[in-house]
């Protein structure tokens, strides 16, 4: 039960601290990400070939970098993260088909090929079509794994809670806390194949809801090893003892006397 007490009194402490940075201690904040957003510190990409004709086209931008607003420096061009390009009439979020930015510090070696239904010209725009979301789902699945922080201040860029669940992967190693509302949403997806977020996938923190005195969670992919969990009571008459008994694929919470309480159980530490 410590464990989890800490576990969600340590959100509030690092999302705030993480405003200010790209990343800590795993966490990655998404807001930070969203380059080319209005308020965002992080410039856009700009466009330095552009086409005349539209359907499938490759466009070279000027360099294929931006600055985050920690100083990190990153390329945020992948072909599964969608882009916003050009302005006014001409805008339209397209995700790259292919993406050719080895150095993207070098003048015009940065381009990527879309099916396009606008023309683009030198000097168009290139920001995020995820509001930073998905490039900072990229960046915390290089690092080995993580979690990404996005709050209200990502939801007024826009953002919404669809934002997270339109967001497709095949990465099972980063997990999505969405600290917009009164309480922390836990985002996750099933399996190893591509599969959207949502947080019925959630394994991390989830409630169980006991029927004579026993529930089960059947997790949303099957961990290398058995994860470490803890519950506690949440309502209910709750003078039992509750165990928590978790397996590769499944946890097991049960109360001593059978009563009909919900419970949370947190989970920290999975290993995909």
Known sequence: MKKAAALLL????VAA??????????FFNGMNYAYGMPGNAAPPLRVDI????????????????TTLGDGTIVSPL???????????????????????????????????TATFA???????????????????????????GG???VDSNWIALGASKTTITNVTSTTPKVWVLDLSGTSPTWYGKSGTGAAAYSNTNNDLVFQLTLAAGTATKTLSQTYTTAPQCVGSYISGTATGILKVAPTTTTVVATDSVSEANTVQIS???LVK
């Open 118 to 144: 606008n023309t683009h010209g030198v000097g168009d725009l290139v920001t995020t079509g995820s509001y930073g979301l998905q490039e900072a789902i990229n960046a915390a699945n290089a690092a080995g």
């Open 78 to 112: 992948a072909t599964n993260a969608p882009i916003n390009i050009g302005s006014g009439a001409n805008l339209e979020t397209v995700t790259p088909s292919a993406v050719s930015c080895s150095t993207p510090q070098a003048l015009d070696t940065c381009s990527f």
């Open 17 to 26: 601290f993480a405003q200010n940075r790209t990343r800590f201690s795993g």
């Open 10 to 13: 340590c959100l509030g402490s």
């Open 267 to 269: 989970c920290p530490g």
């Open 50 to 65: 552009g086409i005349s004709a539209t359907g499938t086209q490759t466009v070279t931008l000027a360099y294929g970098f």
């Open 147 to 149: 979690t990404v922080l």
